[in-house]
């Protein structure tokens, strides 16, 4: 059984069985069933079928959003604009497969000395998703890697989250019923509960592919778990990391502005984002550390956070913080109810961040580190050991080089280490559009290449296949001469 409890004050509000192996097993045999179906439906019948899910969130908004803050604390507000993020999610998705661009249709046709040609994009099969505590609708049951994941042409089998265990329930009973509804088939999707239900879904060898996101330890397990199967499948893992901020020497007048959007931007969501910048390195000799935690103070965030383990590694991740050199500067003490923690201001000297440091870990929670940097070649330096993360922020005193010549060259450093590169603007909050990137290098992602937010996010779950000389019926329908699904495509290398 996996136990539902609030995190306002530590109780229990209910119980949900979990699933048994043969449960799990038959979950899986019915997406693999549907798998052929789902893929050669088209797009625009799936964006139908998104779009019917999309309209039952909505209807059943107040009711969802009251279960989900029993489950998870992140309150009224957040929790209704986040059920219609995430309706708008599944509805941009589906608009995605529809216009068609992720099949990467190319058709050569035939010459004298070489045979026709079309390569089209093939959903890969029944995807296994793993939902985040952080975001109990945008990136959980029917967040955007089930919703890309469908409108991929994939059925998904996802893992319910202990942290809302009751509400991934209930929203996999409205999603399954809306799918029926609107004429999936049978299999198209499902959920399953339970630690050992998440292994022997990664395990099933009917699956094609996982999504996760989460903490870097679960992403890393479920990895190997992949990894050592005899068929191995992709594992397409959202971890986080440290995600700096940079504040350029020209830009030091800008420290006050930058410290009060830094403790916005890692307060927002208790600091349960993955997005969280977790450092900012300002140039020395302006107290930088000070004014962070002055912000802190004045702010006065009450972080209470989504379970128990949390809460608890937040204090063990500060105590690991200073033992590994830094020093704490500003606090705002944990609450006494629930699964309170405190908000934490460190500062650190730059020649402690060497490889291997505690100190260039994420800290999950409402915690930051404040470094000074002397110089340049001292930035420089600090910057090569950083580990690969989600976003990278630049406070820069200028738009214009010459009123801030180191910008140009960070932004470029930013960019061979992060997903997403922001100037003057704070990395939390991922909008879903066509240019979106939320990946990273390693160990933000485990594929740097992939996107778990944004049109992109589609091409994780499919591959390419080149069929030569084979008859125009036979094809993929985004391929064949008629076009039926009315899909962009290469033709002779023009676009049509």
């Not at 893929?39 to 779009?51: F, G």
């Not at 809306?178 to 339970?194: H, I, N, Q, R």
């Not at 730059?350 to 915690?367: I, M, N, T």
Request: aromatic content about 6%; overall charge negative.
């Amino acid at each position: 059984m996996t136990t539902s409890v609030s995190p306002y004050d530590g109780r229990e509000r209910g119980e949900v069985a979990d699933s048994t192996p043969d449960e799990v097993a038959d979950a899986v045999r019915r997406a693999a069933a549907a798998a052929a179906q789902v893929a050669l439906t088209d797009p625009a019948v799936r964006r139908d079928w998104l779009d019917a899910v999309a309209t039952t969130l909505e209807q059943h908004s107040d009711e969802l959003v009251a279960l989900a803050d029993e489950e998870t604390a992140l309150g009224e507000t957040r929790l209704t604009g986040e059920v219609a993020r995430t309706a708008g999610q599944l509805r941009f998705y589906a608009d995605v497969a529809r216009e068609g661009s992720y099949l990467g249709v190319a058709i050569d046709r035939p010459t004298p000395t070489a045979p026709r040609l079309v390569r089209v994009n093939e959903p890969l099969g029944p995807v296994a998703v793993f939902g985040a505590s952080n975001f109990p609708f945008a990136f959980s049951v029917l967040g955007n890697d089930t919703a890309s994941a469908l409108a991929a042409g994939c059925p998904v089998v996802v893992k319910a989250h202990p942290a809302h265990v009751r509400l991934s329930h209930r929203l996999a009973e409205l999603a399954t019923k809306a799918l029926a509804e609107a004429g999936a088939p049978e299999g198209t999707f499902a959920l399953v509960s339970g630690h050992q239900a998440g292994v022997d879904l990664v395990t099933a060898e009917e699956i094609a592919a996982v999504a996760f996101t989460g903490s870097q330890q679960g992403g890393l397990a479920l990895w190997r778990l992949a990894n050592e199967r005899a068929h191995v499948v992709p594992v397409f893992a959202e971890m986080g990391t440290v995600n700096p901020v940079v504040v350029t020497p020209a830009a030091a007048s800008r420290l006050p502005e930058a410290a009060a959007g830094f403790v916005g931007s890692f307060t927002l969501g208790h600091g349960q984002f993955c997005t969280k910048p977790g450092l900012l390195l300002a140039p020395a000799g302006h107290d930088a550390a000070r004014l962070v935690a002055d912000a802190l103070t004045a702010a006065a965030p009450a972080p209470v956070m989504l379970t128990a383990p949390i809460a608890k590694a937040v204090a063990v991740g500060v105590e690991d913080l200073v033992h590994a050199g830094a020093t704490v500067v500003g606090e705002v003490p944990a609450g006494t109810e629930g699964f309170a923690a405190p908000a934490v201001v460190l500062a650190a000297r730059a020649d402690a961040l060497v490889p291997g440091s505690r100190l260039l870990e994420e800290c999950f929670g409402a915690v930051a580190l404040v470094v000074e940097y002397d110089g340049t070649d001292e930035l420089r330096r600090v910057l090569d050991v950083l580990q690969g993360s989600l976003a990278g922020t630049l406070i820069a005193a200028s738009e214009h080089p010459a009123e801030d010549p180191d910008a140009p060259w960070l932004v470029r450093t930013l960019a061979g280490q992060v997903g997403r590169v922001t100037v003057g603007d704070w990395p939390t909050g991922v909008a879903y559009t066509w240019a979106q990137q939320h990946g990273g290098p390693w160990p933000a992602t485990s594929a740097p290449a992939a996107t778990s937010v944004g049109a992109a996010a589609l091409d994780r779950f499919v591959r390419p296949v080149a069929y030569q000389s084979v008859p125009d019926a036979w094809v993929p329908p985004a391929g064949q001469d008629a076009n039926p699904w009315g899909v962009p495509r290469r033709v002779d290398g023009v676009r049509s």
